[in-house]
Structure formats: C-alpha cells, structure tokens
T-cell receptor, first 108, second 116 residues
Framework: SQQGEEDPQALSIQEGENATMNCSYK?????LQWYRQNSGRGLVHLIL?????REKHSGRLRVTLDTSKKSSSLLITASRAADTASYFC????????FGAGTRLTVKP | GAGVSQSPSNKVTEKGKDVELRCDPI?????LYWYRQSLGQGLEFLIY????????KSGLPSDRFSAERTGGSVSTLTIQRTQQEDSAVYLC??????????????FGPGTRLTVT
C-alpha cells in the first residue's frame, strides 16, 4: 500500500491565489518530503521536514507536519502559472513510497 | 555537475522479450533508487541500493524483475519476458546517503518502456 496519500487529487486556482495540499501517512516516520513533477523538469525535490520539526519554509513554500495526526500540508503562496505541476509527498518509514499526488493547475 | 542520467530514454519492445534499463547516478551518491510510474499515477518503489548491496528489494513486482549495481555507481534494471503491464516510465534517483531515506533524492529523466 502507498505510504503517502495526498488530497485533493486535483486543484485548480487562479494566479496569485494560495494553494494548499495535504498528505496523510500511516506509520511513524523520521522525515517527510515533498516533490514536484512537471513535464519540463521531471521530478524535483522541494522540501524535507523531519519528525521533530513542525513547520518549514522555503521561498513561497510552507510545509507543516503534525505527527500526532500523521499528516502534512504544503502551502504555495502567491501561485504562478509555472507552479502548475503534480505534487507528491513521500515518507521514509521502512521504505519511501509516494502517493498518487495532487495535480495543481494555476490559471493565468 | 551532471545529474542522474538514464538510458534509453524510450524503449519499445515486444511482449516476451527481455529489456535492460540503465541508470548513471550523480558521482559520489551512495544510494540509488528505482521507481516505476504508470500514466497519471504516483511512483511505485521498486528497489534501493546502498553501495552495491540492495537492502530492500520488496518493491520488485515479480521475479521477472532484477537489478544490480556495480562499482557503487551504474545500475541496471532488467525485466525478463516483458508483459504489457510492464509498460510505464521507470525512474532512477540517487542521494548522498539513504540508510533511512532521509536525504534529498535527485531523479533522472526516466525511461519510457512500451511493451507491445
């Protein structure tokens, strides 16, 4: 079974709006990572958050982790058309599995 | 420096044939990972190498799939007697460490395999 599950499956917003994606996982983790995949650049690492961290920022990205709820969220602020991509969370646990991802479309 | 490279970029093969997919990781990266991604789906973990050894082969779908890594560098994923359900993009990634998958993974562009 997949370790990371994202929701929503698809999200469509206007440029400038914020986008929030959620990830839930099943077992205890040491870290959780978010990746982005688009046709131009393939799969790219965005951010890693460790189990003892609650929040992490990188540019317009903000990731939170709630280990008690086994969930994480990725917030993209002031979205741009170039943010259109699929976003995946992945955990370490005993292996690193990716969820099916959230397909984000940012309309100009 | 150079990123992760994979070859071939595209492979079309007939059902029943064997195929070999190659991955060249980033120099100095000790961990190497293979994943499979079907159209519109997430990534399915196949196997992970730390150096030349594979501590976790649990994701290999069947005994038709095997992988090896030599010299702590290049890895090949072999699929024997290919089936149509093997059609997918096969992605390779490498990272500095990886004993607990706690390092950023750098992905290659993938090999698109089509079994006819």
């Amino acid at each position: 079974s997949q370790q990371g599950e994202e929701d929503p499956q698809a999200l469509s917003i206007q440029e400038g709006e914020n986008a929030t994606m959620n990830c839930s996982y099943k077992t205890s983790i040491n870290n959780l990572q978010w990746y982005r995949q688009n046709s131009g650049r393939g799969l790219v690492h965005l951010i890693l958050i460790r189990s003892n961290e609650r929040e992490k920022h990188s540019g317009r990205l903000r990731v939170t982790l709630d280990t008690s709820k086994k969930s994480s969220s990725l917030l993209i602020t002031a979205s741009r058309a170039a943010d259109t991509a699929s976003y995946f969370c992945a955990t370490d646990a005993s292996d690193m599995r990716f969820g099916a991802g959230t397909r984000l479309t940012v309309k100009p | 420096g150079a990123g992760v490279s994979q070859s071939p970029s595209n492979k079309v093969t007939e059902k029943g044939k064997d195929v070999e997919l190659r991955c060249d990781p980033i120099s100095g990266h000790t961990a190497l990972y293979w994943y499979r991604q079907s159209l519109g789906q997430g990534l399915e973990f196949l196997i992970y190498f730390q150096g030349n050894s594979a501590p976790d082969k649990s994701g290999l779908p069947s005994d038709r799939f095997s992988a090896e890594r030599t010299g702590g560098s290049v890895s090949t994923l072999t699929i024997q007697r290919t089936q149509q359900e093997d059609s997918a993009v096969y992605l390779c990634a490498s990272s500095l460490g990886g004993t607990s998958f706690s390092y950023e993974q750098y992905f290659g562009p993938g090999t698109r395999l089509t079994v006819t």
